[in-house]
Nanobody, 114 residues
Framework: QVLLVESGGGLVQAGGSLRLSCAASGSIFSINVMGWYRQAPGKQRELVAYIRSGGSTNYADSVKGRFTISRDNAKNTVYLQMNSLKPEDTAVYYC????????WGQGTQVTVSS
């Protein structure tokens, strides 16, 4: 079991940027796919971006062109660079491995003010 700890959230104005980090307690080198999810109040958790071990990425239409996911296997860390933030990006953000679904971390709150 890998423990996941998210950080980097905060309060930002619309148009601003944040960089989220997800530190894993164990090696992510052998984990094929790592992803970032978010859950807004009253909504289901959704997968917004994922990255394969080879580096290929995929994004939800709502964040495409604004968010960039990356991974550093040597540091067992996954990142989410979020630019041009919108109020509708407000949510708690989590990372996980979509094909394995470890226990969820506490997430990191992102709040975008208009």
């Amino acid at each position: 079991q890998v423990l996941l700890v998210e950080s980097g959230g905060g309060l930002v104005q619309a148009g601003g940027s944040l960089r989220l980090s997800c530190a894993a307690s164990g090696s992510i080198f052998s984990i094929n796919v790592m992803g970032w999810y978010r859950q807004a109040p009253g909504k289901q958790r959704e997968l917004v971006a994922y990255i394969r071990s080879g580096g290929s990425t995929n994004y939800a239409d709502s964040v495409k062109g604004r968010f960039t996911i990356s991974r550093d296997n040597a540091k067992n860390t996954v990142y989410l660079q979020m630019n041009s933030l919108k109020p509708e990006d407000t949510a708690v953000y989590y990372c996980n491995a979509p094909q394995l679904l470890y226990n969820w971390g506490q997430g990191t709150q992102v709040t975008v003010s208009s």
